[in-house]
Structure formats: C-alpha cells, structure tokens
C-alpha cells in the first residue's frame, strides 16, 4: 500500500532541469502545486534531501527581483519582504530556501547562474 502510494507521488514530477551549485548540484521537479530542489546528502551516501517550495512562493521571487543583474542570496536575505515568504525559519535556512527558489527559476530558464568566488550571482533574462 505505502509502496504504491510512493510510486502514484513520485510519477507526478515533472523534471525540469539540473543546477551547479558552489558544492552540489540540485534536481529540480515540478508538481502540481510545488517544486521540489532535491541533492545528495553530502553525510549520508546514496541518500538525498528534498525540499519542496510553493509555486506561489518561487513566482513571486521572480516577480521582485525579474529586473536584477548580479543578485545574490545574501542580497535578497536581508530585504525584509523575505519575512512574509518564509515566517518561523532562522537565518540560514531563509537563505538556503532562497537559494534554492533561484534554483528553480534557473531551471525554468529565467535566470542564469554565475560563480564569483566563493559567491553564487544570480541574473534574470528579460
């Protein structure tokens, strides 16, 4: 029963692309109400996280920031819009969760990543 239930879940994704991160790379899907960014534990081999962000969410971030050049998560933590998106979290998962909605929205091939440094950019196509 569980088993097929998992099989009906997981057949639902969409795959929509993979992302480079500084240390990871990210698998990101599309479902019906939400994206899930999944990666490799870096602990636990063979295993892997999945986080799932609202489309309402993702879309809105593309909304603010769809005119920026050179965005940095770092950037959009400290914008006190991110307060209403992501209530109850601490700082460093804020900004992982930020990170990964640019993910997706790299994915979906409206914005482009770059790597300066130790730092990810972030550049939205118009």
Known sequence: M?????????SS??????VKSLRS?????????????????SRLKDSYNIVFLTKNIVNSIYELYCNER????????????MDAFFPNV?????QLLILQSLLVIVSQ???????KGRTLSFSFLS
């Not at 994704?13 to 993979?18: A, D, F, Q, R, S």
């Not at 994206?35 to 490799?40: G, K, Q, T």
């Not at 091939?109 to 790597?115: F, L, M, P, S, T």
């Open 2 to 10: 569980i088993r097929e239930s998992f099989r009906k879940f997981f």
């Open 90 to 94: 601490d700082l460093k998962t804020r």
């Open 109 to 115: 091939g409206k914005a482009k990543v770059r790597r």
């Open 25 to 41: 790379t990210y698998y990101v899907f599309e479902l019906e109400e939400c994206f899930a960014v999944v990666r490799p534990d």
């Open 70 to 81: 050179s965005l940095t998560t770092k950037k959009i933590l400290s914008d006190r819009k």
């Open 13 to 18: 994704w969409k795959y929509l692309g993979e």
